[in-house]
């Protein structure tokens, strides 16, 4: 969809644009990337998002690298062996590996890192990565010292001893490894007060430079990277609006836009100046239902909002060509995603019908009630773009048009995180999710590679402050196959039971699905070699070229 205040803004910001030029390196060659949302922090421990990510992997490596074909290379390990059974992972580390302030990077490394998260005091969204391995739990409950299921044979190999086979666990290990010379004098739990979120160091190809709030973060290459060195010698990741960040990419001021508008693609290739990049995600976006909420932990209502929505008009008329509606959690373009799942076509006269089945009557305003309580609901989205904010309002339509009041509260990422899906106490903790947090918000969930990662915010031992689990869902049964699925060994076994997952989800609608997108980047003539995938766009940056 064009929008005309989009359309309008945009030819306003190319006239008036202010960001100021980013002055390259002497004797070398810089790149200035633009992000609507900025950093939260930068330690890749602490609820990482996409905007997170993009720098994160920059300065941090993880043992392991995902692949654009979801399989696994070498990274910090140079190679892994499994045993038989299955159950113990032996990973043998590169040497000569240092971290950015020039210690050494050794075994003692990653075993602190994989304890921590099973520290007592964490809480950071990664605790069920190392659920798997022997002495964790312990460790948790404060029952044991160490965990025992890790162990650093010598400086250069790491062994992981498993309960049982667990057909996810490399995936789980996706995670950057962290510096115990600087961390390991602070509780897990103190981690995100401390100063490293700012001032990070780490083994990445690219070193911290400076951290100016709400304008930039800049990276220097770091010369002494153990893997293939990228062309570029500075980075700066700009922070602004999308309209502004857009107008500065067409104007030569900024070299890519991380995301863009898909009604500014076309503007784009009539410019001249750059191009919009497209390719494929493993993401879909959703409306979460917090099941705490008196009208929501109603099936009939949860349906009845279901059939109010028709997602193919809602996703056609914003995204055009660069979305697709969805009925299933999982990304269609992933092994794990299903066509056998409980659709809710288009139906607003079921969707009215559900609601009279559930108790509630048209009031005076054409509102639906029970016991005198209009059915009124508040959607938290974030501020992100003129698209998100004209389907957050075709939403409040549909849903209008059949009894159901919808109020649309904006705000930024960290306001709806850590405000209301991972609420704090008044020591500044993650506490337990209440009714009155929030009712519901949109989304988006991007797979890394497995879709293990889904146990994180569906599971019923997850809820906040144990994980992610922020709408409090509750299913002996998704419990069950989500533990029956780190058991099986063959890809067909394991698509089988997500497919079950995936049915028993859609039964319960906890998620309503909406869509699943490509991804659009904008990126100037001059960035050569231009190679993103669904890791997100700085993960190739060692192929990309200044003209």
């Known amino acids: 969809m064009k929008s005309g205040k989009t359309w309008i803004a945009l030819m306003l910001a190319l006239v008036f644009a202010t960001l100021p030029l980013v002055a390259m390196a002497e004797g070398g060659v810089a790149v200035t990337i633009g992000q609507v949302s900025e950093v939260a922090n930068l330690n890749p421990t602490l609820y990482p998002r996409t905007p997170d990510s993009n720098v994160q992997c ?43 302030d020039g210690q050494p990077f050794t075994a003692a490394d990653v075993v602190f890192t994989f304890t921590s998260l099973a520290d007592p005091t964490y809480v950071g969204g990664a605790e069920s990565r190392v659920d798997s391995i022997v002495g964790a739990a312990d460790y948790r409950a404060g029952t044991a010292t160490s965990v025992s299921g890790i162990q650093a044979v010598d400086d250069y190999t790491v062994t992981f001893q498993l309960a049982s086979a667990n057909a996810a666990f490399l995936a789980q290990l996706n995670i950057p490894v962290l510096p115990k010379h600087l961390l390991g004098d602070i509780a897990p739990g103190e981690w995100d007060k401390a100063d490293f979120n700012r001032n990070p160091i780490g083994t990445g190809k690219y070193k911290f430079v400076e951290w100016k709030s709400g304008q930039y973060i800049s990276l220097a290459k770091n010369p002494d990277y153990f893997g293939e060195q990228p062309s570029i010698d500075t980075i700066t990741y700009r922070f602004g609006d999308q309209t502004t960040l857009t107008a500065a990419l067409i104007n030569g001021e900024i070299d890519v836009v991380e995301s863009i508008e898909p009604s500014e693609a076309e503007l784009l290739a009539g410019m001249g100046t750059a191009t919009a990049f497209t390719y494929p995600t493993l993401n879909m976006y959703y409306i979460g239902l917090n099941q705490l909420n008196a009208n929501l932990k109603d099936l009939k209502v949860r349906q009845a909002m279901s059939y109010a929505l028709d997602k193919a008009t809602i996703v056609s ?127 988006g969930f991007g797979v890394e590679v497995d879709p293990d990662e889904y146990r994180n915010y569906f599971v019923s031992g997850a809820t906040p402050p144990n994980g992610m689990n922020f709408i409090s869902y509750n299913s002996p049964t998704v419990d069950a196959l989500f533990a029956k699925s780190l058991t099986l060994t063959t890809l067909e076994e394991r698509e089988a039971c997500y497919h079950e997952i995936a049915a028993a989800i859609s039964n319960d609608i906890p998620w309503i699905p909406l869509y699943g997108n490509l991804s659009v980047a904008g990126v100037s003539n001059k960035v050569q070699n231009f190679a993103a995938d669904f890791r997100g766009i700085t993960y190739q940056i060692e192929k990309w070229t200044i003209q």
């Open 58 to 100: 920059l300065i941090f490596d993880g043992l392991i690298k995902p692949q654009p074909d979801l399989s696994f290379g070498p990274s910090l390990a140079e190679s892994w062996d499994v045993s038989e059974d299955g159950t113990l992972y032996t990973f043998h580390l590169g040497k000569n590996i240092t971290w950015h």
């Open 317 to 443: 008329t914003v995204f055009g060509d660069f979305a697709f509606a969805t009925d299933d959690i999982f990304p269609e373009n992933h092994w794990s995603h299903s066509t056998d799942v409980t659709a809710y076509p288009y139906d607003p006269a079921k969707a009215e019908s559900l609601l009279q089945e559930a108790g509630y009557t048209k009031n005076a305003a054409g509102i639906y009630e029970k016991d005198g309580a209009p059915l009124h609901l508040i959607y938290d989205m974030v501020t992100k773009g003129q698209a998100q904010a004209d389907m957050a309002q075709l939403i409040q339509q549909y849903f209008k048009a059949v009894g159901i009041d919808m109020e649309i509260r904006e705000q930024d990422f960290a306001t709806l995180a850590f405000t209301r899906l991972l609420p704090q106490d008044a020591n500044g903790q993650t506490r337990a999710v209440t009714a009155d947090d929030f009712d519901m918000f949109t989304l």
